[in-house]
């Protein structure tokens, strides 16, 4: 499949929503897609995340590593996908972390992948504790890039779908300009 079939099937599963947004990254959108709208959906989901592990199969990673919440879906997909293990961090004090036994290797290595990436913040997290864990970082594979094309983690990056959304620091963010209320994220109605 081609990305705009991507972005079409985003739109078919009711992913993306209009409002005004403040996403995970603080920044403020007009737009924001729930991808859990799409992970519902095993079959979907698999055949997305086959697609990312397609792109990745000849690093062969040892492991495949996401973070709570939607990026542990991808990454057991992705994992059943190449035949290797799969494990997620999570955050602890607000700071990402292996828990539940996880760990990786020293040399062992790694494809992270996650849902979405803004800022690649949570991606360059996961880097670090790839790093921290002495991993080889094989690459990085996504959903969906919102970041203008504009993520570079140094290493192969593959999104699934690059989709052009502006985004606001809320200082400077038009909506709050013009008054017009954070919508929840996921749902069209008001915090």
Request: proline share 5%; charged share 25%; glycine share 10%.
């Amino acid at each position: 499949m081609k990305n705009k079939n991507y972005e079409e099937l985003l739109e078919d599963c009711g992913a993306v929503f209009k409002g005004h947004f403040k996403l995970t990254s603080g920044l403020h959108s007009d737009t924001y897609v729930e991808k859990f709208k799409l992970l519902q959906y095993p079959k979907l989901s698999d055949k997305l995340c086959k697609a990312i592990g397609e792109n990745f199969k000849d690093t062969k990673p040892n492991v495949i590593v996401g973070a709570a919440v939607g990026g542990i879906i991808i990454s057991h997909s992705v994992g059943r996908f190449l035949s290797t293990r799969s494990i997620f961090a999570e955050r602890v004090d607000k700071k990402l972390e292996f828990r539940r036994g996880f760990n990786i290797e020293p040399g062992e290595r790694v494809l992270i992948v996650d849902d979405v990436v803004t800022t690649g913040g949570s991606i360059y997290e996961l880097m670090d504790l790839v790093s921290k864990h002495k991993g080889v970082l094989m690459g990085i594979g996504v959903l969906i890039d919102r970041s203008g094309q504009k993520a570079d983690f140094g290493v192969p990056y593959f999104p699934l779908v690059n989709l052009d959304i502006p985004t606001h620091n809320p200082d400077d963010c038009p909506l709050c300009a013009k008054d017009i209320p954070i919508t929840s994220r996921g749902r069209t109605g008001k915090k």
